[in-house]
Nanobody
Framework: QVQLVESGGGLVQPGGSLRLSCAAS????????MGWYRQAPGKQREFVAD???????KYQDSVKGRFTISRDNIGKAVYLQMNSLKPEDTAVYYC?????WGQGTQVTVSP
């Protein structure tokens, strides 16, 4: 079993940046893919980005060129650098590692 703890959310103005972090503990050796999802009020949870243990990345089209996902070499942490943030990026951001989910961190983009 894997435990995930996110951090780094907060309030930022449009055009600003935030960096989310997710620390994994437990059976981290079993993790191949780690990623980020988000859920805005009244909407379904959606995929944002993920990264495999080999460094292969995928992004949702709306965040390409603005968000960058990365992970540490031992696979215990994944990061999401978010630049040029927009109000529509406002959501609770969740870290996922295989079938395991974190508790989420709120990101609010507002003037």
């Amino acid at each position: 079993q894997v435990q995930l703890v996110e951090s780094g959310g907060g309030l930022v103005q449009p055009g600003g940046s935030l960096r989310l972090s997710c620390a994994a503990s437990g059976s981290v050796f079993s993790i191949n893919t780690m990623g980020w999802y988000r859920q805005a009020p009244g909407k379904q949870r959606e995929f944002v980005a993920d990264i495999t243990s080999g460094g292969y990345t995928k992004y949702q089209d709306s965040v390409k060129g603005r968000f960058t996902i990365s992970r540490d070499n031992i696979g215990k942490a994944v990061y999401l650098q978010m630049n040029s943030l927009k109000p529509e990026d406002t959501a609770v951001y969740y870290c996922k590692a295989e079938i395991n989910w974190g508790q989420g961190t709120q990101v609010t983009v507002s003037p």
